[in-house]
């Protein structure tokens, strides 16, 4: 995780450029602070609102995955039942999607980053396994080195 950690604090202005298409800024959910909402941590897989994709005004509920934490909002990319979702060459299907508690066979949709305020998190569907864990990591640096 380390070298992933030297990788999004080398690549900062990249990223944000990346991730700014996907967000809104003006970003306005009325939810309420909790504790455990504070408490992101990078791996972890959660039911927050984000963007439509049809209306970039309106949030909708769906699961993500937090990319970084670090930050004042939080980098995540969203997560796609593998059924729904057009083939992405920088998405990579979630191999262990059981055992970190999602329902359906899923994808970690890499090209769909994102800023999210800390308050946009509803609650922490689980964590993901070590080896997706790597896995998606190099999808994120071939799309953000793209953008050279």
């Known amino acids: ?9 080398q690549n900062d202005d990249k990223i944000r450029r990346a991730a700014s ?4 800024l003006n970003y306005n959910v009325a939810a309420v602070i909790k504790k455990d909402c504070m ?11 984000i963007p439509s994709e049809v209306d970039v005004n309106k949030t909708i509920s769906g699961i ?14 969203k997560v796609s039942k593998v059924s729904d979702m057009k ?12 055992e970190c508690n999602l329902k359906f ?6 090209s769909q980053t994102l800023y999210l ?10 964590e993901l396994l ?17 953008k050279e």
Do not use: C, H
């Open 117 to 126: 305020p800390r308050t946009a998190f509803t609650f922490k569907i689980g």
């Open 130 to 146: 070590e080896y997706d864990l790597k896995a998606i990591q190099e999808p994120f640096r071939r799309l953000i080195n793209s």
């Open 21 to 24: 298409a996907n967000t809104v």
């Open 39 to 49: 408490d992101v941590k990078y791996g972890e897989i959660w039911f927050a609102k």
């Open 64 to 77: 993500v995955i937090v990319l970084d934490s670090e930050t004042f909002q939080v980098l995540v990319a």
């Open 1 to 9: 995780m380390t070298n992933f950690k030297e990788f999004l604090k």
């Open 87 to 98: 083939y992405d060459y920088f998405d990579l299907p979630i191999l262990y999607w059981q």
């Open 105 to 110: 066979e899923s994808s970690a949709r890499m």
